[in-house]
């Protein structure tokens, strides 16, 4: 037995404790993951088919393509903006190519862990769609990566973690990735 694989152990063991003393065993059946396939989502998901595994509940990953950009000929021709209006679902992209990838790797993510996962492709902005799906799907809880803020992001407050955490009506997990060795 590993070390990490001891360390993971003891996790498992303090977080079904910790989670027992507050009640949430028997009400944790939905655990909602947002996906983007980067690192911090990756690591996500590891936590959050922990968690499932520990109390039983069915996973539901969100992959979020964002909205097509309206060509640059209304903002003075210098930024492209983003069309979500009524007329233009009919024409709205779908990117199943992202999807398709996501879901691969959710799956291969998930194989063998004895946990029930279903994967949902939208289109629209992350933070939005994430907190959408999580009502309609009724989530216990929701599970986001996060990562270090780009300067801009620190100015305009821009992360998705932080939206999703301000945002949403079930508690938000921020899994933080692990520094670099």
Known sequence: MTLRHKASSCFELLTSVRFAAAGYVAGMKTILVGYDGTRSAEQALRRASELAHAFGSRVVVVSVAGPDPVPPDGAFGLMPYYDLGAG???ERRTDEELWNRHRAEVQQ?????G??????GVIGFPVEEIVEVAEQQK???IVVGTREPGWLERIFGGSVSAGVARHARCDVLIVHTPAES
């Open 115 to 120: 946990v029930d996962v279903e994967f949902a």
């Open 109 to 113: 993510l998930f194989a063998g862990a």
């Open 139 to 141: 989530a216990d809880l």
């Open 88 to 90: 233009a679902s009919a």
